[in-house]
């Protein structure tokens, strides 16, 4: 009868400790996905902040070289005016 308690106990004893472990590696699970996913959106965000800055670069540079245009024609138009144009 002593050995079938001592069982008893140290199978219960076990599957306390297993449950214990579970607990503890499901909470370790839950600190990595959500690591994971701070991490993803870090890197979404990132994207989306890089996208908008070559956005930006790109319509800037196209409003450079439309205020350059203006201005060569404006030039233009003026050398036209003076008689002093080419054509």
Not at 70 to 83: F, H, I, M, Y
Request: glycine share 4%; proline share 0%; net charge negative.
């Amino acid at each position: 009868m002593k050995f079938s308690t001592t069982l008893a106990v140290a199978i219960g004893l076990t599957a306390l400790a297993a449950c214990n472990n579970t607990a503890k590696e499901e909470a370790a699970d839950n600190i990595e996905a959500n690591a994971e996913a701070n991490a993803d959106m870090i890197e979404a965000n990132a994207d989306a902040v890089a996208e908008n800055v070559v956005e930006n670069a790109d319509n800037t540079a196209d409003a450079v070289r439309a205020a350059g245009e203006n201005a060569a024609d404006a030039t233009r138009d003026g050398a036209d005016a003076d008689g002093n144009s080419a054509n």
